[in-house]
């Protein structure tokens, strides 16, 4: 995953889990949450030879990386 900027003080985000996010800058908290830019839907990960894609349930096709939404959600 690319380095994020934080939606309130637009400093570097740290990573602080899988899909969490810390800013020291505001120390602020953020959950990641991946969803499809189609149908909003939550987007499932899948993990094939180290490359990170996703699932659409919805959909029901795989999602790449690059059409994928990251919302930050504040803790
Ligand atoms: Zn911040
Ligand atoms: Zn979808």
Known sequence: MTPQDCPKCHAELERSGELK??????????NIEITCHQCGDVL???KA?????????NCNEQ???STAVYTFIEQ
């Open 21 to 30: 996010r810390h800013c020291e800058s505001c120390n602020s908290d953020f």
């Open 44 to 46: 499932q990960r899948l």
């Open 49 to 57: 030879c180290g490359a990170v894609s996703f699932w659409c349930n």
């Open 63 to 65: 999602k790449s990386k």
